[in-house]
């Protein structure tokens, strides 16, 4: 055992202390908040460019028109089309906006542009948007309803939950939406962490294998051992790192609940200067506070630590068949890349499948890909913050033990043969037969 | 007392027996040669030795023992294919490799300062191991090889890319582990090193042990009866036939074959006879080269 120890020991500090770990384990999350910062930017943003665009009114739309919309600056002028086509010409306008005559019995009607560039997908859509209610209040009108009937025509709808047998849980409208996307960053986050470390100790194991230092150390130690402790040491690497944004993501939000002053015993805070800006939008505020409550109503006490038995489990489950992978491949780039799929191939479609879960958790799919181990480590977490049935979880969690130990078994067999096997093509076939080679 | 009995050892692969009922005594405190052409087994049978693989059939045993889980920590192997992990430090990487073999942490670090002395390469701690040259990597590999105190060592071409000095080097190691009482296996072509430094041989091919005993008495049951002479003037014509033959006849020296029957004596006493003056007279015996050439030539038809 003591082995095993000095194994992990060197697999944990050769990565941990390497600039490329300090790197990716601060700057990381600021990468992404970064790309977050620069994707809402644009979003907000929009075009750049102004553009304006000569309107030719023959339907009557435009009455209550907005005449900046976007980067769109609309010319109600009313001029002919040949005069405003002449203005084109000489620069004056991008662009001319012609509405045909609108007949209240069609149900398709085709706004006319002329340019000679066609618009941008987001300024069809604004001036789609743009006419539909003028020409729905149109068709509304000429079948006889009053404005006063229009204006009782749209409806916000909601959806308010009640429980049934459990009286003391309090549901709300957004409890899905915030337990969906805790599920989504989650499954995510599980897939990255669980193919990054997985795919450094398949380089890992190669590595020995290729630089033949494997047979200095298969001589001290059992490939077992070796093995266990490359999967052990990477995978407290990685949680080594989880440990680092945990903390980090903690001071965040407790920084964000100060922010916009949930009042769970730290309310207090509220009254500081910073959230005296967000009070400035209360629609925001009371939105937010509305996720916080959310959040802090999810038993953490229970999922954060399946967060981690699934972590540990995938993370075990798929290190190990990488370590197979790596011990059966040579230097040979394509062969590694086939073996690879053998992973990857599961490992994507619990992806998926968890993308799906997180708006659905109790599909048929979810559930069923929650307890199959090859996807349970990704879907399960994901389905978590639902709150699926207890059994379910217990029977996920035994079948990816016993999936585990014997994946480790199996991964074990083909990385004593294949560590020690050079110039050999490893075909799937040839790897079938390693399994039952005798020591 | 023998360091290491292979009895009777089996190891099938797929296709072929690369160990075929191999047996054979190294005795404690002997440099033992493993001679054999590439794919005789001798990595094979190795692997077996260091637990590296299990043998299918057949025992080895270590000091009297048979192999057990603590004996790896007994065994020093340096092998063929060299490595060591490139982007690792010098210091750090022996350190862990002794620690593997089950030294403390401060066992190893007094050990391994000792032979870093011993071959001037204290600087070298915090070197990457990928900065080095191949040489010097082969210096740190010869290193992590003895740095437990193994009681038997086991070095495949331990010599190869290495410049004469270092050779050297090694070489004078070899002889000082063994003076120490070590027992070393060294495997490998060239003949001329065993020739020098092994007292005790096992030569095999396709897998089997085709000879096996003692340097010099190999050397002696392969006398061929050939005689190199030094004299003044020409072999007397008369004295061949059918006693002797003449080989090779230079001006000062010739090369005389005695034919079945005839000895040294017989030669020795014609020519002193005739009142020849001798200046140097010596049996010629074949070299291991020689005797490696002929004997896997033999097995293989």
């Known amino acids: 055992m003591s082995k095993v120890n000095l194994i992990i020991g060197r697999e944990y500090w050769t990565r941990v202390k390497t600039k490329t770990f300090l790197l990716t384990t601060f700057l990381a999350p600021i990468g992404i908040a970064l790309f977050y910062a620069v994707l809402i930017f644009l979003m907000t943003r929009g075009s750049d460019k102004t553009k304006s665009i000569a309107i030719i009114d023959n339907a009557g739309l435009t009455e209550n028109i907005e005449l900046k919309k976007n980067n769109l600056v609309f010319d109600l002028s009313n001029q002919s089309l040949e005069e405003l086509k002449e203005k084109y010409k000489a620069g004056q306008v991008d662009g001319i906006i012609e509405l045909p005559p609108l007949d209240s019995t069609q149900a398709k009607y085709d706004i006319i542009y002329h340019a000679d560039k066609t618009l941008a997908i987001d300024e069809t859509s604004t001036i789609e948007r743009m006419f539909r209610k003028p020409i729905r209040n149109f068709k509304m009108e000429a079948f006889g309803f009053e404005q006063s009937q229009l204006d009782k025509v749209e409806t916000d709808i909601g959806i308010s939950p009640q429980t049934i047998n459990d009286t003391e849980k309090e549901l709300s409208s957004i409890t899905n939406l915030v337990s969906s996307g805790l599920g989504m960053a989650v499954g995510m986050l599980l897939f990255l962490v669980i193919m990054i470390f997985g795919t450094q100790v398949m380089r890992g194991v190669n590595e020995e294998k290729l630089n033949r230092i494997v047979e200095v150390l298969i001589s001290s130690v059992k490939p077992i051992e070796l093995m266990l402790g490359k999967v052990i040491g990477i995978g407290l690497v990685g949680l080594t790192q989880f440990a680092i944004w945990g903390i980090l993501g903690l001071i965040l939000s407790v920084g964000a609940m100060a922010f916009f002053g949930y009042d769970a015993g730290i309310g207090d805070m509220a009254s500081n200067e910073m959230a005296a800006d967000a009070m400035a939008n209360p629609e925001l505020q009371s939105k937010m506070s509305n996720v916080l409550k959310e959040l802090m109503s999810i038993n953490w006490a229970i999922i954060l630590p399946l967060y981690l038995v699934y972590f540990l489990l995938g993370y075990v489950m798929y290190a190990s068949i990488f370590a197979a992978v790596g011990a059966a491949a040579g230097d040979d780039v394509n062969e590694a890349q086939s073996l690879t799929t053998v992973v990857m191939v599961p490992l994507a479609a619990a992806f998926y499948i968890a993308i799906s879960a997180a708006q659905s958790p109790d599909s048929t799919l979810a559930v069923w890909a929650s307890i199959i181990p090859f996807t349970a480590p990704v879907v399960m977490p994901v389905r978590l913050a639902s709150g699926p049935p207890a059994w379910q979880i217990i029977l996920s969690v035994v079948l990816c033990v016993l999936f585990v130990l014997f994946l480790v078994w199996l991964a074990a067999r083909i990385y004593r043969v294949g560590i020690m096997m050079y110039g050999k093509k490893a075909s799937f076939k040839e790897i079938g037969k390693w399994i039952l080679y005798k020591d | ?301």
């Open chain 2, 1 to 301: 007392m023998n360091i290491l009995s292979v009895r009777n050892v089996v190891k099938r692969y797929e296709k072929h027996t690369a160990v075929n009922d191999v047996s054979f005594n190294i005795p404690k405190g002997k440099i033992f040669g493993m001679l054999g052409p590439n794919g005789a087994g001798k990595t094979s049978l190795i692997r077996m030795i260091t637990s590296i693989t299990k043998a299918d059939q057949g025992e080895i045993l270590i000091d009297g023992e048979p192999l057990n889980a603590l004996h790896p920590m007994q065994i020093g192997y340096l092998p063929e294919e060299r490595g060591l992990y490139k982007k690792m430090k010098v210091g750090e990487q022996l350190l862990y490799l002794a620690r593997l073999k089950g030294l403390s942490q401060k066992d190893a670090r007094q050990k391994l300062n000792h032979w870093l002395e011993k071959f001037q390469i204290t600087d070298w701690w915090n070197k990457k191991v990928g900065e080095l040259s191949k040489g010097m990597q082969q210096k740190v590999q010869f290193i992590a090889c003895v740095v437990h105190d193994p009681k038997l060592m086991i070095l495949d071409e331990p010599f190869s890319g290495l410049d004469p000095i270092n050779t050297n080097l090694i070489k004078d190691e070899i002889y000082e582990m063994n003076a120490k009482g070590k027992s070393i296996i060294f495997s490998t072509h060239r003949m001329e090193q065993v020739e020098q430094i092994c007292e005790e041989i096992v030569l095999m091919n396709q897998g089997s042990v085709i000879l096996e005993g003692n340097v010099k008495s190999i050397k002696n049951d392969f006398r061929e009866d050939k005689f190199e002479l030094e004299f003044d003037g020409h072999f007397p014509k008369d004295m061949l036939g059918e006693s002797f033959q003449l080989l090779k006849d230079d001006e000062t020296s010739c090369l005389i074959q005695a034919n079945e029957g005839h000895d040294s004596n017989e030669l020795l006493k014609g020519l002193m006879d005739r009142n020849i003056k001798i200046n140097s007279f010596k049996e010629v015996l074949p070299s291991l080269n020689d005797i490696f050439i002929k004997k896997v030539g033999e097995s293989n038809e």
